[in-house]
């Protein structure tokens, strides 16, 4: 998919990229992300909806995700199929349950949630509460399979960084070399990027957290 910075009505939108385990083999570069495995969503009679695979790979093929909600209770939506979401396999939310896409009847209706931890892991919720001792995580053979774990598996568990667009690389270049009175003019408009509905929205800062933007998480001061 194409790196461009966008808006949508439902939210802003985001890539999934690995901070940690560190990764090296999968990806083209340093950096991992979500990314779809083939290109077609399935239809699943017994199961009245569409899936789609994912897998860890290069983040120049990272599915980019629509943020719906709040940090502690987050849907994922797909932007080129805003009705595929992230989904823990039939969410009995285990160790080793596999994630992918899905969509029931092909519509919007009962998308599983997520919350974003304090640590940068992301964990499903069960109903009303978080399952808070899982978390997104790696197969430990199978390094690009994307399942449950435990959150504190350090070895497995994944955290999630931040990522710049390139677009929004070229943008800081700029910046840097604006005058500092520049600078100073322009830096409270640049600090409210993101928010819903933004037409104009840019890249996400650097240094600033892809989901810290949602609910005011102070990613310095999570707790």
Same mark, same amino acid.
């Given at each position: 998919?194409?790196?461009?910075?966008?808006?949508?009505?439902?939210?802003?939108?985001?890539?999934?990229?690995?901070?940690?385990?560190?990764?090296?083999?999968?990806?083209?570069?340093?950096?991992?992300?979500?990314?779809?495995?083939?290109?077609?969503?399935?239809?699943?009679?017994?199961?009245?909806?569409?899936?789609?695979?994912?897998?860890?790979?290069?983040?120049?093929?990272?599915?980019?995700?629509?943020?719906?909600?709040? *940090?502690?209770?987050?849907?994922?939506?797909?932007?080129?199929?805003?009705?595929?979401?992230?989904?823990?396999?039939?969410?009995?939310?285990?160790?080793?349950?596999?994630?992918?896409?899905?969509?029931?009847?092909?519509?919007?209706?009962?998308?599983?949630?997520?919350?974003?931890?304090?640590?940068?892991?992301?964990?499903?919720?069960?109903?009303?509460?978080?399952?808070?001792?899982?978390?997104?995580?790696?197969?430990?053979?199978?390094?690009?399979?994307?399942?449950?774990?435990?959150?504190?598996?350090? *070895?497995?568990?994944?955290?999630?960084?931040?990522?710049?667009?390139?677009?929004?690389? *070229?943008?800081?270049?700029?910046?840097?070399?604006?005058?500092?009175?520049?600078?100073?003019?322009?830096?409270?408009?640049?600090?409210?990027?993101?928010?819903?509905?933004?037409?104009?929205?840019?890249?996400?800062?650097?240094?600033?957290?892809?989901?810290? *933007?949602?609910?005011?998480?102070?990613?310095?001061?999570?707790?």
């Amino acid at each position: 998919m194409g790196a461009e910075s966008s808006t949508t009505s439902q939210g802003a939108t985001t890539f999934l990229i690995v901070d940690s385990p560190n990764l090296p083999r999968i990806g083209a570069g340093k950096d991992v992300a979500i990314v779809m495995k083939g290109h077609h969503k399935i239809f699943i009679p017994c199961l009245c909806g569409y899936a789609g695979e994912i897998t860890l790979g290069p983040v120049s093929h990272a599915i980019r995700f629509i943020v719906e909600g709040t *940090k502690d209770c987050m849907v994922l939506r797909t932007t080129d199929d805003e009705c595929l979401s992230l989904e823990v396999n039939f969410r009995a939310m285990n160790v080793g349950d596999p994630l992918g896409l899905w969509s029931f009847f092909g519509g919007k209706s009962s998308p599983c949630t997520f919350c974003l931890n304090s640590d940068l892991t992301i964990s499903p919720r069960k109903g009303s509460s978080v399952c808070s001792n899982v978390a997104i995580g790696v197969n430990s053979s199978n390094r690009s399979r994307l399942q449950l774990v435990n959150r504190y598996d350090k *070895k497995n568990r994944i955290t999630w960084r931040n990522w710049q667009d390139p677009e929004a690389k *070229k943008q800081s270049q700029k910046d840097d070399e604006a005058p500092q009175s520049q600078k100073d003019d322009e830096a409270p408009a640049r600090m409210v990027e993101g928010k819903t509905g933004n037409t104009s929205q840019k890249a996400n800062i650097e240094g600033v957290h892809p989901l810290a *933007k949602i609910d005011n998480f102070d990613m310095q001061n999570p707790d």
